[in-house]
């Protein structure tokens, strides 16, 4: 590849045409002597058939300069081996040439620099010349990397100039050079690289309100062949259950290709949160090598669980039972948590009342509460002091089941079978019962009769003493 500029010595077009005229001028006046005729002929045909070679600069495929002007220009540029191999260092030459015949360019600056980044100089990308001689060449060797990801396509790098000229006028120009690349990725294969929520734990299988847990959050880029940049995470809960325990925001520099980030942070749930899954939202942004912003958002799932709080009143079972009675019996059950009680149900484990019997009380609203009834039939065949449990069981609304115990006891008795003889002989007891009450309530009324009139006479008698003394 190489750019020509050399100064063609062109005859005066001005002599040119002015031996043209005089020619047409002498042909048009015929008493021109024929020795001028002649003179003038063999000038003409000197200059026509003499070379006149005029050379322009070569144009380099993909080559392009801001300032066409300039006097310090690239004249070729090789790169060694003919093309650049991803993951290899190799040497890129670039000859500068001064046009100018008469000034030499100093204090010239020459900078390398590729815009997509996959084409990096591994020495110093800017070299500094002192001078550089009128018509003289200068070269710069530079070595240059292709990253493992550059794709295999022709890459365009600038090349700035900046020299002074003559009267140290300064002058800057830009060159566009065309770096091919072999064995790279296709485009295709290079693919936008992406980060996702990989992982996240928060230590336990659920958050009790109130308390303060670290979540702990796993990232993983995607891409095997690139790396992403100037990260920001951010964590929010939408209905404000949940709050971060501090911004809830963090700032990462890089993740590289296939690589992971681990963010831990506090969460704090408020007292009043209700038991359910909260979904929680982490957000990505970041940029890919090029600089091209990226915005992601993936949702994790954090369980709330409130203790479930569920009180009974006072559980008094019927001291005394006979054989064959029917019994009413009644548990009060109160939610005092903040959390729904499901599926509440009594269980009854009695021998002679009831084996296995249930009520069902179903769900309890936090702060209310709900009474169950069980009937119970006291059998004919056990008698005398029993013992047995109660059993109260609930589900929380994580389906969790919990189950209290209560003992119960009474004391059964035999019931009387009532018979034609026990009939007479209870008439007969009771008649005689009767008997005894009338006569005890007449002799009552005989003492109060008899009382009553003592209790006169003796008034009489002490009335009848005071009118004597006081005669």
Known sequence: MEIRNNNAECRNENLFILLCAVMRGMIINMRIRKSVLILLAVVLGFLILAPVTVFAQEELPGQTSSDPEAELIVLRYDIGGGNLIPGRTQTLTIVFLNKSDDYAAKNVNLSFFEESGQILPKDKETTVVNNIAAGGQYTWRLRVFATGTVESRPYTATISVEYEAQNATAVTTTYDIILPVQGGATPAAITTPKLIVEQYDIGSQHIVPGEIKTLSVIFQNTSSMQKVQNIKFSFSEESGQILPGETGTVFVESIEADGQYKWQFDVFTIRTAESRPYAASISMEYEDPNGTPIIMTDTIYLYVHQPVRLEHDNIVF??????????????????????????????????????????????????????????????KDVSGEVTGSLFISYEDEYGEIYKKEMALSTVIEERVEITPETSTQVEASTSNDYIWVIYISVGIIVVVILAFFIIKYIKQRKQIRADEMRL
């Not at 484990?349 to 309890?364: A, F």
């Open 318 to 379: 019927p001291s005394r039972l006979t054989q064959m009675d029917s019994v009413p019996f009644s548990v009060t059950l109160m939610n005092l948590g903040k959390s729904n009680i499901l599926n509440a149900l009594l269980t009854y484990e009695i021998p002679g009342l009831s084996n296995g019997s249930s009520v069902l009380i179903g769900t309890i609203l936090p702060g209310e509460s709900k009474t169950g009834t069980a009937n119970f039939r006291v059998g």
